[in-house]
């Protein structure tokens, strides 16, 4: 039976065509002859994709461009998908393991230790597990860690500047899938913290979105300007400093009226502000880079590609 999501994450093949690349006459080759995807149907017979689906695309991709027949994708998925139900309870050892060693680096200050496990990660697990499962973890250890330990906060920065060397040479790299909405992704004012930033830009790119990366400590004027240069298709702002006065101040809200499409909020700041957010017309994304994908999708949708021809069935 064809799978199905809630209506919020559901999308039709002409969306998802535009946000991976790949032409719906494709997608339905998949589906048809390799069994690789299996969208649910709205009444009519049309195909409607969750983000679930997205992903399977998005793994499909990845193999492709390691140079893998697309006759042998959907048994090395099954393989995966069957590796990864068994050893569910013992994924949880080595990802500790990995972050027991990337801990101990980072205190030793040794880079040349965190090349040897972020390399090593890479080799067996996807971008998104390494960050999901690793970076994200480390970060969140750092945050608690400088409150309590001399050179912590050095330990952050050492990590910090190690990241934004490895994430910044992932994001120059060109992407072949990358045709979808363009998004500024850029950190609100007075934000200097843009590691998330960048790994969100990193999952965007790979979902098929078109990255103009900003960086840290943008003014919202700044914002408007670089929207109506590059004509992008929405705003991702990052925040997660403890006072935010431009939500308050108007200036949001004259963000919003002034570039006229979607701005997204994300970071502790659509989590602890989120009904003044709402208020200014913004959208927050919380602190979750995949759910928060999932909500620029469907806020989008068709919108974003109403001038990509494509077929709907």
Known sequence: MPTTAAPLEQFPIRTVAALTGVKAITLRAWERRYGLIRPGR?????RLYSHA???QIRRVLTLLDRGVA????????RAQERDGRNTIPALKGPWHRYL???AAAIASFNEEELDGIYDEVLSIHSIEDLTEHLLLPALARLGERWKEHLGGIAEEHFLASYLRSKLGARLQRPSRYARGPRLIAACAPHEHHEIGLM???LEARAAGFRIILLGADNPLQELAAAHQQSQSDALVISSSVGTVPWVYSGDLAALVRQVGVPVFIGGATAVTHRKALVQAGAIPLGTETRSGLG?????LGTAAVRHRRSDSR
Do not use: W
């Open 199 to 201: 790994l969100f830009a």
């Open 100 to 102: 027991d060693r990337f």
């Open 295 to 299: 909500i620029i999708m469907a806020t």
């Open 53 to 55: 689906d997205i992903e």
């Open 70 to 77: 697309i006759s042998r994708v959907a048994k090395i998925l």
């Open 42 to 46: 709205t009444g009519k017979g049309h």
